[in-house]
Structures are given as C-alpha cells and as structure tokens.
C-alpha cells in the first residue's frame, strides 16, 4: 500500500465516514468514493485566523486530556438507528498516551468496541472488553509512529488522536490553502457563546481506511471556544451533503435515496493536566494476555466455527470476465479465503497485509482469494485500481450465499484451508498482528506436510 500524506483532520474526519453503519445496506454497494460537496468553497480571513489559533494552541500543551463522544442517527427505509461512543483521551510527551472507551448510559446499545489503547512510554497495550484479551509490544517512539489500523480498535474518537499528536501538520495545511476555513459567526453551545467555522478539508487519501479517497473533500462545522483557551469544542462532518452528493452521482441505489444521516463528536473536560493513572494499564480480572486479539479461541464453542470441516463448496464469477472461482478446482492448494467489502475499513487496510503474506508462499501451493461480499463489479474494479490490487483473484459473492456457508458475520472474515479442502484456521477482524497470524498458520500447514513426507 502507498502512503499519502496523512492529514489529520481528514483522518478524523474520516471516522465518521466508517461509522455510517453499512448495516444500513445490507444488499447494496456500500459508496466506496465520496463526491464532490462544495467545490466552489472559499475561506475568509477571520476563519482562518480562529483555526489556526486553535491548532497553535494545541500544538503549544506537552500534554492533554479530553472526552469525545461520538453521535451518529440515521434514518434508512423508514428505521430510524442510532449510535454512540464515548471515548476519554490523554497524551503526554512524545509516547505516553491513552485511550479508553468509556461506559455512558446513552451509550449501552453504541454497537462498538470497548476498547482501551495504553502507552506508559515503554510499552504499548490494546484491550477490547468484550473478548476480555489484550496484546503488548514496545510502544513507538512517537506518538505519530502509531499504526492507524491499531487507533481504528478505538472507534471513531480515536481518529483525532493524530490531531492532537500533530497539530503543525494541521495548521501547514491551512497556511498554504490545503484547508480552508471561513467564519460563520457565534452559537451558543452547552451555555456559553462559541466562535462557528465551517471547514473544508482536502482531497486526498484517508491513510487508515487503507488509502480510501476523498476526491473534492469533506466539509465539517467546528464550534471553538472564545478567549485565550480555544479549545475545540465540537465537531460536525456534513455526512449528509456526501450523501447527497453520492446520490447525483448515481451511486446510490434507490431505495437507499431517502437515507439521512446526521453524525457529531463532543468534546468536553478539556485538561492540559491528566491524571498519571491514565497512562497506566491494569488488566482486568480474567484478562488473557494474546497475540491476536482477534483470533478465534481454539475452544471456542461456536456454531459457525466450520474448523476441521471441510469448506462449503461454491463456485462464483469472477472479477475478471468469463471466469469463475470453484473451490473444488483450487483443490490441492492452501487456500486463503478472504470476505470483505470495500467500505470496510478494517478489510481495506488488511486485504494487501493478508494477500502479500499469502504470496510469500506462492512457489509452495497458497493462493489468496478475495471473497467481495454484496457489491457491484464496477465499485469492486475501481477500487482495486485505486489501491494498486488489480492483481488479485476476487470472487462475486453477490447474493452474500457463500458468506452465509462460511459463518460469516463481521468482516474481514478470513478462513484458511489446507490441501485436501478443510477449514484449519478462521480469522475475524485485522487489527495488529492479524497478518503474522496468517503467516503463522500457513507455515504450520506446510511443517505438517513435512512431518508426513518424512
């Protein structure tokens, strides 16, 4: 994967974008690029003065602290739904920082990950409350040397936290016309009078949903505080001018036409003094230390867990014309089968992780095999060639069936299968490590083999 420059608004910004519940279309392409919102958007001086300060007053604290809770509503086909997370964020220094979903009443049925990210400056730990594991490794050496894919653990506050890290990138973007702001006046927001801006952030690639683009980018309200403290205060992605946008392009389908979507992240508590506790990680009682947070437990009872057995047949079309993909003519090989989608930010960033892994063992029989979950072969082409995978074998589960077979639920759903056809190793999610799990898995493969040639 090439890495554009990654700019931090656009990276939070784009939060929202994969928080829009693609529950929300179950049997139809999910919109891969964003249209044009405004492209005529000009800034004004006073706009652009209010940012910058705000930017130069982060970037002026060693440390922080803040909560962000994130709000999306959304009304499809008559059901209205709703999501929430609420996240406590701290960083101090270079490497010390902290992340922590936290528990809000409003916030019971959010449909997200509790999750926590701790750096104490020497070593780094993830934990996801509802499996009850966590993983450690060194911490990076600067808070901008953290992988994106780990920050996505998180949910969408945990995309600010390049933001906080590197508000210079932020305000040289803003210097040299990468992003626009304009000052729409005052509002009252949680009893106090704040300064409202509407921003414009650039066009470009959104580094951690795996270099997905934003082509005329993205509007957004900002509500910054007054006096000599501007902190932001709230911020408000015009999801639904995308929406709108995407719908004049054609790339909606028309039952989804009606679809209104309304997203928001608070933040409240501002502190340039967090607590010390926060950069420290106490494991929960029963806690289980892994290397794969995502990783199916070897016991685990699960009625879609298809280990030991063999594949479930299925023969589809092809990305590529006039072709199809039979698992009864990959017999013979170590077969990697891969369920994604391309609004899947998780299976974006792992699908050339996972497939460049797989063709490591190429010259020893392991094939990589896309399985794109409902969506249309245009979407499929463009993103593919967008992302520079135009060399993978993808099949067209486009009724979602095979998917069904394999017990697939979330995705990425990744399931590996020896020679002889039957299911050895089953994936669900990427998060950090997931493609040295997949490498672990195809070499046990091959040792078996060459226990019983021996």
């Known amino acids: 994967m090439t890495h554009a420059p990654r700019h931090p608004f656009v990276a939070a910004c784009a939060a929202a974008l994969s928080c829009v519940s693609p529950a929300a279309w179950p049997q139809a392409t ?5 249209a044009a919102t405004s492209p005529a958007f000009e800034g004004d001086e006073r706009g652009t003065q209010l940012l910058d300060d705000a930017l130069a007053f982060l970037e002026a604290q060693d440390a922080l602290g803040v909560r962000i809770a994130f709000d999306v509503r959304q009304s499809v086909m008559g059901q209205d739904m709703h999501q929430a997370h609420t996240s406590d964020i701290a960083l101090s220094g ?15 049925d959010h449909g997200m990950p509790n999750s926590t990210l701790v750096s104490d400056g020497d070593q780094l730990t993830v934990y996801i409350a509802e499996f009850n594991r966590y993983t450690t490794q060194d911490a990076p050496e600067k808070l901008t040397e953290l992988d994106m894919g780990m920050i996505q653990v998180l949910g969408p506050a945990g995309m600010f936290i390049p933001l906080f890290a590197e508000p210079a990138v932020a305000r040289e973007a803003l210097a040299n ?7 729409v006046g005052t509002a009252e927001h949680d009893g106090q009078t704040v300064e409202h801006l509407r921003v414009l952030v650039p066009q470009g690639k959104l580094a951690f949903m795996g270099e997905t683009e934003l082509t005329n980018g993205l509007e957004l309200d900002l509500m910054v505080a007054q006096g000599d403290e501007p902190w932001v205060l709230v911020v408000r992605p015009d999801m639904q001018a995308q929406i709108e946008a995407e719908i004049k392009a054609g790339r909606v389908p028309e039952q989804f036409r009606e679809m209104k979507v309304n997203v928001s992240f608070v933040m409240t508590g501002w502190t340039t003094q967090p607590e010390a506790e926060a950069f420290v990680f106490d494991a929960p009682e029963g806690a289980e230390e892994v290397e794969d947070l995502f990783a199916m437990d070897p016991g685990q009872d699960d009625a879609n867990d298809l280990r030991g057995e063999p594949g479930p047949a299925f023969q589809l079309a092809s990305l590529e014309e006039g072709q199809s993909v039979s698992l009864a003519d990959l017999e013979g090989q170590i077969v990697v089968l891969d369920f994604w989608a391309t609004w899947c930010g998780p299976c974006v960033r792992g699908l050339p992780k996972v497939s460049g892994v797989v063709a490591e063992f190429a010259d020893q029989g392991a094939l990589f095999v896309a399985v794109n979950q409902r969506e249309d072969a245009d979407t499929i082409r ?49 998060g950090p490590g997931s493609e040295d799990r997949v490498r672990d898995d195809i070499e046990a493969i091959l040792a078996e083999e060459t226990d019983l040639t021996n």
């Open 177 to 183: 016309g990468g992003v626009k702001a304009k000052h």
């Open 382 to 430: 463009d993103f593919l060639q967008r992302q520079d995978l135009e060399h993978l074998t993808v099949a067209l589960d486009t009724d979602g069936d095979v998917g069904d077979a394999y017990g697939v639920g979330g995705i990425p759903h990744t399931v590996i299968l020896d020679r002889d056809g039957v299911v050895r190793f089953v994936h669900v999610g990427f």
């Open 30 to 34: 999910q919109p891969a690029t964003p």
């Open 94 to 108: 270079d490497n010390r920082f902290a992340a922590r979903s936290v528990s809000r009443e409003d916030d019971a």
